[in-house]
C-alpha cells in the first residue's frame, strides 16, 4: 500500500507533535509512502520507499481548499489513501481520505475564535468529516463532542498521543527536585491557567515556591483585566517564564520540578502530564471528564475544575512526594499509535479495493 502523508505541520506544537510521534514508526512498515512537506522538513532516515514532494502551501488557506497545485495533487492520487494528522484535505484528492480530528474545542468554548472564526472552524471540521473515508481522534471524550457536535454517524478510531522519543530515555542518575511548579500551556482560558495562578498566591504564602511556565511572556498578552492584574510584576511572585525552549531544556525542567500542574477546563487529551509521569514528576489535574478518562487509572492527584482553594490543597498533597516519586510506565506509545492508524488504513484498503486512474 502507498500511503500519501500530509507534514507540512511537522516541527509545530499540538498537531505537528502528534505526526513527529507517528511519523518514525510509520516508516519503519512494509508500506510505501509520499509525504507532502514543507521546504525546510527533514527526515533522518532514507530509503527506496520513500518520496518527499515539496509544498509551500500552508495548510487551511484558501489555496489549499480550492487550489491546491494540480502537480501535487496528482503525485497524492497515486497512491493508496491520503493521511493527514489534523483534518485539513487539499483540493483535488480523489482517493480515500483519513483525517485526525483531535478536538473541537472552537465549538464547545466558541468565545476562543468569535463568531467568524467559530463559523469557519465549523465548516473545516464539518466537511472533513464528510469527506472522509476514515476518521481518528485521540480520545473516547472527542469522538462523544464530534458526534453531538458535527452529527457524525462514521467511525471514530480512537488512537491516543504518546510520548516524545527524546522523553523515552531514563536517565542514569536521579534528579535531584527543586522547589518548582511546572505549567506548559498558553493563556486561553480553557488551558485554566487563572486558577493555578490564584492557587499559586495561596500556596507561596506557607511555602517557598516558584511557578514556571514553558512559554513567552510577550504571548500571554490578555484583555482578561483579572488575569492581567494576576501576571502584572510575576518576577516578583516567583513566576518564570521560559520563552523558547529545546527538548533538552524541557526534559530537564521536567525532571527538575517538583510537580506538575494541568488545570485545564477542557482538553482533547492532554500531553504534558504524561510527560511529566514518565519524567518522574507528580501531576496534579482538574477532574475534567478527559482526564478522568486519560489519567483515571495512574497515580495523579485529582482537584476540582475551576477551585482554586481544592487546586491549593492538592498542591500541598503533592509537594512532599516529590522526592520519592519513580518515573512512570504509561500505557500510551507513539508507536502503538502509529500501529494503529496502520491496521486501519490497510483494512479500509483491502475493504475499498480500488485503485486510483494515475492520469488524474
Given at each position: 500500500m502507498k500511503i500519501a502523508i500530509d507534514c507540512r505541520m511537522s516541527g509545530k506544537s499540538g498537531i505537528g507533535t502528534f505526526l513527529d510521534g507517528v511519523l518514525p514508526y510509520m516508516l519503519q512498515s512494509k508500506h510505501t509512502f509520499l509525504l507532502i512537506a514543507a521546504e525546510n522538513f527533514s527526515l533522518s532516515q532514507e530509503s527506496e520507499r520513500l518520496q518527499i514532494v515539496r509544498?509551500?502551501?500552508r495548510p487551511f488557506s484558501m489555496h489549499d481548499m480550492l487550489t491546491f497545485p494540480h502537480s501535487i495533487a496528482k503525485e497524492i492520487n497515486?497512491?493508496?489513501v491520503y493521511f493527514t494528522p489534523y483534518c485539513n484535505i487539499p483540493s483535488g484528492i480523489?482517493?480515500?481520505i483519513a483525517t485526525t480530528i483531535h478536538d473541537i474545542v472552537f465549538l464547545d468554548i466558541p468565545e476562543l475564535a468569535g463568531k467568524l472564526g467559530t463559523l469557519a472552524r465549523y465548516i473545516c471540521y464539518k466537511y472533513a468529516v464528510i469527506r472522509s473515508n476514515m476518521i481518528f481522534t485521540v480520545s473516547h471524550f472527542s469522538a462523544e463532542r464530534i458526534r453531538a457536535k458535527l452529527g457524525c454517524k462514521k467511525p471514530l478510531h480512537i488512537v491516543h498521543n504518546g510520548i516524545p522519543a527524546y522523553l523515552t530515555e531514563k536517565p542514569a542518575v536521579p534528579m535531584q527536585k527543586q522547589d518548582k511548579i511546572l505549567f506548559i500551556g498558553n493563556i486561553k482560558k480553557h488551558k485554566g491557567l487563572q486558577t493555578l495562578l490564584k492557587a499559586f498566591t495561596y500556596f507561596r504564602k506557607t511555602t517557598a515556591a516558584q511557578l514556571v511556565i514553558v512559554g513567552n511572556a510577550e504571548n500571554f498578552r490578555t484583555a482578561d483585566d483579572e488575569m492581567t492584574k494576576l501576571l502584572s510584576n510575576a518576577e516578583t511572585k516567583d513566576i518564570v517564564f521560559t520563552g523558547y525552549i529545546s527538548?533538552?531544556?524541557?526534559?530537564?525542567?521536567?525532571?527538575?520540578a517538583r510537580m506538575l500542574v494541568q488545570p485545564s477546563r477542557y482538553e482533547g487529551f492532554g500531553i504534558p502530564p504524561l510527560e511529566a509521569l514518565v519524567c518522574g514528576t507528580p501531576v496534579v489535574l482538574s477532574d475534567i471528564p478527559v482526564f478522568k478518562e486519560i489519567y483515571g487509572s495512574l497515580p495523579v492527584h485529582f482537584f476540582k475544575c475551576d477551585d482554586e482553594a481544592d487546586l491549593t490543597e492538592k498542591?500541598?498533597?503533592a509537594w512532599p512526594t516529590a522526592d520519592t516519586f519513580s518515573p512512570?510506565?504509561?500505557p500510551y506509545s507513539y508507536e502503538r499509535t502509529a500501529q494503529q492508524i496502520l491496521k486501519i488504513l490497510s483494512e479500509q484498503h483491502i475493504t475499498d479495493g480500488s485503485s486510483v486512474d494515475p492520469t488524474l
Amino acid at each position: 500500500m502507498k500511503i500519501a502523508i500530509d507534514c507540512r505541520m511537522s516541527g509545530k506544537s499540538g498537531i505537528g507533535t502528534f505526526l513527529d510521534g507517528v511519523l518514525p514508526y510509520m516508516l519503519q512498515s512494509k508500506h510505501t509512502f509520499l509525504l507532502i512537506a514543507a521546504e525546510n522538513f527533514s527526515l533522518s532516515q532514507e530509503s527506496e520507499r520513500l518520496q518527499i514532494v515539496r509544498c509551500t502551501i500552508r495548510p487551511f488557506s484558501m489555496h489549499d481548499m480550492l487550489t491546491f497545485p494540480h502537480s501535487i495533487a496528482k503525485e497524492i492520487n497515486r497512491c493508496d489513501v491520503y493521511f493527514t494528522p489534523y483534518c485539513n484535505i487539499p483540493s483535488g484528492i480523489r482517493i480515500p481520505i483519513a483525517t485526525t480530528i483531535h478536538d473541537i474545542v472552537f465549538l464547545d468554548i466558541p468565545e476562543l475564535a468569535g463568531k467568524l472564526g467559530t463559523l469557519a472552524r465549523y465548516i473545516c471540521y464539518k466537511y472533513a468529516v464528510i469527506r472522509s473515508n476514515m476518521i481518528f481522534t485521540v480520545s473516547h471524550f472527542s469522538a462523544e463532542r464530534i458526534r453531538a457536535k458535527l452529527g457524525c454517524k462514521k467511525p471514530l478510531h480512537i488512537v491516543h498521543n504518546g510520548i516524545p522519543a527524546y522523553l523515552t530515555e531514563k536517565p542514569a542518575v536521579p534528579m535531584q527536585k527543586q522547589d518548582k511548579i511546572l505549567f506548559i500551556g498558553n493563556i486561553k482560558k480553557h488551558k485554566g491557567l487563572q486558577t493555578l495562578l490564584k492557587a499559586f498566591t495561596y500556596f507561596r504564602k506557607t511555602t517557598a515556591a516558584q511557578l514556571v511556565i514553558v512559554g513567552n511572556a510577550e504571548n500571554f498578552r490578555t484583555a482578561d483585566d483579572e488575569m492581567t492584574k494576576l501576571l502584572s510584576n510575576a518576577e516578583t511572585k516567583d513566576i518564570v517564564f521560559t520563552g523558547y525552549i529545546s527538548d533538552a531544556d524541557l526534559h530537564l525542567l521536567l525532571r527538575q520540578a517538583r510537580m506538575l500542574v494541568q488545570p485545564s477546563r477542557y482538553e482533547g487529551f492532554g500531553i504534558p502530564p504524561l510527560e511529566a509521569l514518565v519524567c518522574g514528576t507528580p501531576v496534579v489535574l482538574s477532574d475534567i471528564p478527559v482526564f478522568k478518562e486519560i489519567y483515571g487509572s495512574l497515580p495523579v492527584h485529582f482537584f476540582k475544575c475551576d477551585d482554586e482553594a481544592d487546586l491549593t490543597e492538592k498542591i500541598k498533597e503533592a509537594w512532599p512526594t516529590a522526592d520519592t516519586f519513580s518515573p512512570v510506565d504509561v500505557p500510551y506509545s507513539y508507536e502503538r499509535t502509529a500501529q494503529q492508524i496502520l491496521k486501519i488504513l490497510s483494512e479500509q484498503h483491502i475493504t475499498d479495493g480500488s485503485s486510483v486512474d494515475p492520469t488524474l
